[in-house]
Each structure stands twice: as C-alpha cells, then as structure tokens.
T-cell receptor
Framework: GAVVSQHPSWVICKSGTSVKIECRSLDFQATTMFWYRQFPKQSLMLMATSNEGSKATYEQGVEKDKFLINHASLTLSTLTVTSAHPEDSSFYIC??????????FGSGTRLTVV | LAKTTQPISMDSYEGQEVNITCSHNNIATNDYITWYQQFPSQGPRFIIQGYKTKVTNEVASLFIPADRKSSTLSLPRVSLSDTAVYYC????????????FGTGTRLTVIP
C-alpha cells in the first residue's frame, strides 16, 4: 500500500524560531496532501489542503502566513511553522489520498515550542 | 461533509468481541464508510472500508445496514494492543477531498 514518510517525528524549538516538517510520498504521486493538527486527547483538525504546483487552501482560522505550505513536487509537501510560539505546540500529521477512497497518513510530528 | 457520531469511549476485557457503532445520518449516495485506528503519537491507520452490507478483512468486520445511516466496526477477540482511538469517517467516492474527523471512540482493553 501507499507509504507516507513524515519527518521529523518530534522537534523542540525556541519561541520565535521556525520549524519545517516534511511529508514524502514514497510510492505514490500525491497530487493533493492534507495537513492536520491534533491537540492532546482531541481529534484531528484539518489545517490546509496542499495541491502540487499551486497555493494551498487553508481552513478558516488557520493563518496562512504562519503555517507555510509548499507542495513543489508530487512526492513532497512541507509545512513550515514560522515564528513558533508555545501555543503552536501540537501534533502535526500529513495525509495523502492514495486511492479513490483511501487515505494514508504520515506518522506525525510532535512539535514542542519552549 | 457528512458528520459522524460515535461513543466517546468504551472499555472491554481481553479476548472479547468489541462492536463500535457510528451514526452518519447525512451520508450521500457516493460516500464510503471508512474506519481508522490511531495510537498515541502516531498517525491514523486504515482499518477497513465499505459501502453496504458486510466487509471483512484480517483485522475487523464492518457491518452496514441497508439505509447506510450507521455502521458497526467489529473487532474480534481484542487484545491489549488494540487499545487506541477508532475513527469512523465518511469519504466521498471520487476526487480529493478532506476528511472530517469526529471525536472518535477511545477503546481501552483491560487485562
């Protein structure tokens, strides 16, 4: 089946710095990738939809200038959290649509901003 | 997007069969029902998907009645390693579309 590789699995950064999270589709060309955020004991919340070669579509309430998404190729999408603050600490997960009905998720990245 | 409703949590003893029911009253003709499993600090993992009647794979069964307004995930003989959150999602048949994650059901398997 489809495999999505997400890196890093965890990262700690200082407040005010930027962090980049990568999501690679290893055996499938992902035209569209989705980025989710999950706070402790809560469900996944969609942040943005990333389309290869075009601008990402952000969900309401998600700051596009803070969460920069780049999907330059069919196998790589990146999420950059700019000027991170402690409230950005969360679990970030990417996902690709690997078939008409199936979605494959990355292993997630736990971001801690100190 | 069709919303889903499931119990927030369930407990079960090891070796028992667990049935988790999900309501999706607004499901559309082209929607499929998909279940995912999520362990702490991991991304969701696909379990099973179906459109109607019954689907079975090596890990679970999915029962969908004729009106498709609900579905039941059945996990046979659960073990401690099945402790996780289980999400029921309704997925549109064609085209890329985002997934709406409801609350999920937190299953705790007790020794």
């Amino acid at each position: 089946g489809a495999v999505v590789s997400q890196h890093p699995s965890w990262v700690i950064c200082k407040s005010g710095t930027s962090v980049k999270i990568e999501c690679r589709s290893l055996d499938f060309q992902a035209t569209t990738m989705f980025w989710y955020r999950q706070f402790p004991k809560q469900s996944l919340m969609l942040m943005a939809t990333s389309n290869e070669g075009s601008k990402a579509t952000y969900e309401q309430g998600v700051e596009k200038d803070k969460f920069l998404i780049n999907h330059a190729s069919l196998t790589l999408s990146t999420l950059t959290v700019t000027s991170a603050h402690p409230e950005d600490s969360s679990f970030y997960i990417c996902s690709e649509q690997s078939s008409n009905y199936g979605y494959t998720f990355g292993s997630g990245t736990r971001l801690t901003v100190v | 997007l069709a919303k889903t409703t499931q119990p927030i949590s369930m407990d079960s003893y090891e070796g028992q069969e667990v049935n988790i029911t999900c309501s999706h009253n607004n499901i559309a003709t082209n929607d499929y029902i998909t279940w995912y499993q999520q362990f702490p600090s991991q991304g969701p993992r696909f379990i099973i998907q179906g459109y109607k009647t019954k689907v079975t794979n090596e890990v679970a069964s999915l029962f969908i009645p004729a009106d498709r307004k609900s579905s039941t995930l059945s996990l046979p003989r659960v073990s401690l390693s099945d402790t996780a959150v289980y999400y029921c999602l309704v997925v549109f048949r064609t085209g890329a579309n985002n997934l709406f994650f409801g609350t999920g059901t937190r299953l705790t398997v007790i020794p």
